[in-house]
């Protein structure tokens, strides 16, 4: 059981920085894999990152990786998406999400972990 609250979404120029917030709670939450995904208008959903509590392994899409940094401070139940040099491509709704992992590759995308708690989503929007 995972409650998931996502936050820090906004505005931002191309090139811009912006920082997401996912503050989980709930039964055993740290024993959880957690990501970030996102989903443009008229695009499916999109796995961004992903990483466990412990330790310092993450996982991204190819296409946010050298911009996009997933980490997480356990003593404030908060993991945490810093979005660098944002495009205007990364325009889209912003989801934290909390899973468990199927295998054992250690890898924390989409087809290793079963995500199945999901905040209420964040905009961003970034502008040329």
């Known amino acids: 059981q995972v409650q998931l609250v996502d936050s820090g979404g906004g505005s931002v120029q191309a090139g811009g920085s912006l920082r997401l917030s996912c503050v989980a709670s709930?039964?055993?939450?740290?024993?959880?894999?957690m990501g970030w995904f996102r989903q443009a208008p008229g695009k499916g959903r999109e796995f961004i990152a992903g990483?466990?509590?412990?330790?310092?392994?993450?996982s991204y899409a190819n296409s946010v990786k050298g911009r996009f940094t997933i980490s997480k401070d356990i003593t404030k139940s908060t993991v945490y998406l810093e979005m660098n040099n944002l495009k205007s491509d990364d325009t889209a709704v912003y989801y934290c999400?909390?899973?468990?992992?199927?295998?054992?590759?250690?890898?924390?995308?989409?087809?290793?972990?079963?995500?199945?708690?999901w905040g209420q989503g964040t905009q961003v929007t970034v502008s040329s």
């Open positions: 999400a909390a899973g468990r992992s199927k295998y054992y590759s250690g890898s924390y995308n989409d087809v290793d972990v079963e995500y199945e708690y």
């Open positions: 709930g039964r055993a939450f740290s024993t959880y894999v």
């Open positions: 990483t466990a509590w412990s330790g310092r392994r993450a």
